[in-house]
């Protein structure tokens, strides 16, 4: 049954009339809370209570080591284990929120890298986010960042609850959201990174594609793409959607091409101003390249980690064992995943939102340990997992998401942040 969107709503029942406070609207809006806050509760509620297990056990574990208390705040150290949160790509978001962009090509010679590193690597929505909300509320940028970090985890488990449900069933849906709380590289949800933030963004993207609401999949699109450059498959994916729509004739033609014109710009927009400022076009991906050794190289880096790791050699780059055999785990796990997803029959454009970020992780030269939190927006990988648990008991479920919890605050917790580099 098709979605009917705004626009549907006032073209059949003509111009809308000025909103004028009433008991009836007033009961609609109570009647309307009602109803989302049941539809989404039980989502929200299993998602927190995951999170906050794994985050207590996360923060335990980081004081019984107190290693965390020798190491500069900037790289995994602070007085406090929950300074932990704001260190690596955290400190970078919080230079941005403080001081804005300076996008510049410093050359460096005689080292690994061959220029400075410099913050235009960091896509500005969250550090905007992270600014406005400090000046909002008073907090500081820690808390400002960790403010939007948490909520947008929440709308990013409704996100993905909304997928999932649409697509299979509601109980299926809350899990889906539970699982997404206690996957490898989930401790990056509550933290002063914009992983949250970006999932939020591509689940409710691709909802509004299943909804057919292309204004707003293209509009969210936009914005996500702002706020990373992972947004390159939800490009991909929302155009592909466009592309069948068009070929359907379903949808007429403005919403699709509009979806698709709109959808690319935020990401693109951003890399041509940090080219620009730079006086290099190719800048963005000069600084991504030689400041953080971070491009597409066709596998070779994955394919050096998988040999290393193999072998229990630790002469690749970005080398930590303990980080890394987690990632070469949940990669070897990736096949039966895709399989399992593809039995499923999603619609093409989640396949290929799925695959396009599978690609981009495992494609490029990274922090390979990281995997596991690159891999946190491929949220249609939870749907096969979520329905296998669907099968068990309350208890069994129980029990089964609750270990996964309090193991998450190590795997996905202590492992990301202390032994590798988040």
Same mark, same amino acid.
């Given at each position: 049954?098709?979605?009917?969107?705004?626009?549907?709503?006032?073209?059949?029942? +003509?111009?809308?009339?000025?909103?004028?406070?009433?008991?009836?609207?007033?009961?609609?809006?109570?009647?309307?809370?009602?109803?989302?806050?049941?539809?989404?509760? /039980?989502?929200?509620?299993?998602?927190?209570?995951?999170?906050?297990?794994?985050?207590?056990?996360? #923060?335990?574990?980081?004081?019984?080591?107190?290693? !965390?208390?020798?190491?500069?705040?900037?790289?995994?150290?602070?007085?406090?284990?929950?300074?932990?949160?704001?260190?690596?790509?955290?400190?970078?978001?919080?230079?941005?929120?403080?001081?804005?962009?300076?996008?510049?090509?410093?050359?460096? %010679?005689?080292? *690994?890298? $061959?220029?400075?590193?410099?913050?235009?690597?960091?896509?500005?929505? !969250?550090? +905007?986010?992270?600014?406005?909300?400090?000046?909002?509320?008073?907090?500081?940028?820690?808390?400002?960042?960790?403010?939007? $970090?948490?909520?947008?985890?929440?709308?990013?488990?409704?996100?993905?609850?909304?997928?999932?449900?649409?697509?299979?069933?509601?109980?299926?849906?809350? =899990?889906?959201?539970?699982?997404?709380?206690?996957?490898?590289?989930?401790?990056?949800?509550?933290?002063?990174? $914009?992983?949250?933030?970006? %999932?939020?963004?591509?689940?409710?993207?691709?909802?509004?594609?299943?909804?057919?609401?292309?204004?707003?999949? +293209?509009?969210?699109?936009?914005?996500?793409?702002?706020?990373?450059?992972?947004?390159?498959?939800?490009?991909?994916?929302?155009?592909?959607?466009?592309?069948?729509?068009?070929?359907?004739?379903?949808? +007429?033609?403005?919403?699709?091409?509009?979806?698709?014109?709109?959808?690319?710009?935020?990401?693109?927009?951003?890399?041509?101003?940090?080219?620009?400022? #730079?006086?290099?076009?190719?800048? !963005?991906?000069?600084?991504?390249?030689?400041?953080?050794?971070?491009?597409?190289?066709?596998?070779?880096?994955?394919?050096? *980690?998988?040999?290393?790791?193999?072998?229990?050699?630790?002469?690749?780059?970005?080398?930590? /064992?303990?980080?890394?055999?987690?990632?070469?785990?949940?990669?070897?796990?990736?096949?039966?995943?895709?399989?399992?997803?593809?039995?499923?029959?999603?619609?093409?454009?989640?396949?290929?939102?799925?695959?396009?970020?599978?690609?981009?992780?495992?494609? $490029?030269?990274?922090?390979?340990?990281?995997?596991?939190?690159?891999?946190?927006?491929?949220?249609?990988?939870?749907?096969?997992?979520?329905?296998?648990?669907?099968?068990?008991?309350?208890?069994?479920?129980?029990? *089964?998401?609750?270990?996964?919890?309090?193991?998450?605050?190590?795997?996905?917790?202590?492992?990301?942040?202390?032994?590798? =580099?988040?």
């Amino acid at each position: 049954m098709d979605v009917m969107t705004g626009t549907d709503v006032e073209e059949r029942s +003509g111009p809308a009339r000025p909103a004028v406070p009433s008991p009836g609207r007033t009961e609609s809006l109570r009647a309307r809370g009602r109803r989302t806050a049941r539809t989404y509760g /039980p989502a929200l509620a299993l998602y927190g209570a995951v999170k906050l297990i794994g985050f207590a056990v996360f #923060m335990q574990l980081l004081e019984w080591s107190g290693e !965390y208390l020798g190491k500069n705040p900037r790289f995994g150290g602070g007085t406090h284990p929950w300074d932990v949160l704001g260190g690596w790509d955290g400190w970078w978001y919080q230079q941005v929120a403080q001081n804005g962009y300076q996008p510049r090509l410093v050359p460096l %010679v005689g080292q *690994v890298w $061959s220029y400075d590193q410099n913050s235009a690597a960091f896509f500005p929505l !969250y550090p +905007g986010l992270m600014r406005i909300v400090a000046n909002c509320t008073g907090l500081g940028l820690y808390g400002a960042g960790m403010l939007v $970090s948490v909520l947008a985890s929440f709308a990013a488990a409704a996100g993905i609850y909304a997928v999932t449900a649409r697509l299979t069933d509601r109980r299926t849906g809350v =899990i889906a959201a539970a699982v997404w709380g206690v996957f490898p590289g989930s401790g990056a949800e509550w933290a002063v990174y $914009s992983d949250s933030l970006f %999932v939020a963004l591509a689940a409710w993207a691709c909802y509004f594609v299943l909804t057919r609401n292309w204004l707003a999949a +293209g509009v969210t699109t936009f914005v996500a793409g702002l706020n990373r450059p992972t947004a390159a498959a939800l490009v991909a994916a929302v155009g592909i959607a466009a592309l069948l729509a068009l070929y359907r004739r379903r949808d +007429g033609v403005l919403g699709p091409l509009a979806a698709g014109a709109i959808a690319p710009v935020g990401m693109f927009g951003y890399i041509a101003w940090v080219g620009w400022q #730079m006086g290099d076009l190719g800048g !963005y991906f000069k600084l991504q390249r030689g400041a953080w050794l971070h491009f597409f190289d066709s596998g070779a880096h994955t394919r050096d *980690v998988f040999e290393g790791v193999l072998f229990g050699h630790n002469n690749y780059l970005f080398a930590y /064992p303990t980080e890394d055999l987690i990632a070469v785990l949940l990669v070897l796990t990736l096949p039966v995943l895709l399989t399992l997803l593809v039995r499923q029959r999603p619609p093409a454009f989640l396949l290929v939102y799925t695959v396009v970020t599978i690609v981009l992780v495992l494609g $490029s030269q990274q922090i390979f340990g990281n995997t596991s939190r690159y891999l946190l927006p491929a949220f249609p990988l939870f749907v096969p997992v979520a329905v296998a648990l669907r099968r068990l008991s309350r208890t069994s479920l129980a029990v *089964v998401l609750g270990t996964a919890a309090v193991a998450s605050g190590w795997y996905a917790g202590y492992v990301l942040f202390e032994l590798g =580099i988040p």
